[in-house]
């Protein structure tokens, strides 16, 4: 009988490291262009600056993983290829209405799929699972959009209501984003049903995440 | 009597460290910001890539002379907020009619901007003007834009013609911008007609580098 409790093995689940890589490094240039637009759109210097820092962690992540994509070998563009309309697609729809749900969109889609990737570089080789992790763990400087948030929403009461809403929004969207991420997305696989098993617990965790990050802003998830 | 081909004397025309760096690190914040459009717009994933390393270039120098202000125990915000709405209209300006322009903006403005703050920071004293220097030296990673711009121009001559009138047009607003960061813009320092004639060389040494990275692209300047 499954237990919810244990330590899920993700092996199963792990796409290829060529498909990690592509998805993830694109992911991580996605996240850096919203960042990007968060500075250059940003309401005063003190913020743009801190925000700015920020826009470079996830693109030293995204180059992180184009130097392993590199070092087996491969055309980053050409590992990245297939993943471009899907997520560039995700990112216009989560990019918000102003400038505070793009903030918020950069913290908790960010948020959640490092946790992810994270998550899946468990079932990648040795010899990369596990420096993937480590790069993908790395400060995000995503502290200045969490106080940013708090104290815009601390005195709004209708902003705290949009944007508890928006972030309820955009979870359902990264999560599909990170469902057509995995194998069992396939029913061709023949292995969908236990694959749907292994899966759940790893949504169960990564949704427990993004609940604590919405509780950290004071917003009911 | 003057001679231009002495190496000229510029410590009198450097502004004070404080100055220097607030005005430096938000220009480089800029051509972080218009290099971060160049990646949103990139025709191709390549090039994508290789202009992110670009903005990542930028935004490394633009934190590295945060570090230097904040070494100094002064606030990265308060430094540079003088200097917000000259360059933030200076960038508005050569922000271009498309991609191409956005590009050839980001290769010359920045290229022109790097060598003027290398210049003037020769006039800082010896515990922190060379690493300045260092640091703004480093390896812009412009040569995507270069062999982008390249292999759009060959077979183009109405894009050709184009991007030269805009790169005469945009060199003029750089100099403005790298002018008035220069004492002698300030008339009551009574001391306009001596510093006029040291910023005379400078900014021909400007120009003269400016006209080689035009004749690089191949386009008349």
Aim: glycine share 10%.
């Amino acid at each position: 009988m499954f237990k919810p409790t244990e330590k899920v093995d993700i092996s199963a689940l792990a796409p290829g490291i060529q498909h990690f890589l592509g998805q993830a490094a694109y992911s991580e240039l996605g996240e850096f262009d919203s960042l990007a637009r968060a500075v250059a759109t940003a309401p005063n210097l003190a913020v743009k600056e801190g925000l700015s820092a920020a826009a470079g962690r996830a693109l030293s992540k995204h180059h992180g993983l184009i130097t392993e994509i590199r070092r087996r070998g491969h055309e980053p563009a050409t590992e990245m290829a297939p993943f471009v309309a899907g997520l560039d697609e995700f990112r216009a729809k989560i990019s918000g209405a102003d400038w505070h749900e793009l903030l918020l969109s950069c913290y908790l889609a960010g948020g959640l799929l490092d946790d992810f990737f994270i998550r899946l570089s468990d079932g990648l080789p040795r010899d990369i699972g596990p420096r993937v992790a480590q790069l993908l763990g790395e400060d995000s400087g995503t502290s200045v959009l969490v106080q940013e948030l708090h104290s815009a929403i601390e005195d709004d009461q209708a902003l705290r209501s949009r944007l508890a809403m928006w972030g309820r929004r955009l979870v359902g969207d990264t999560l599909l984003v990170a469902r057509s991420a995995m194998p069992a997305a396939d029913p061709a696989s023949g292995r969908a049903g236990s694959n749907e098993a292994r899966i759940e617990p790893v949504f169960t965790e990564l949704i427990a995440a993004h609940t604590r990050r919405m509780d950290g802003l004071g917003l009911t998830a």
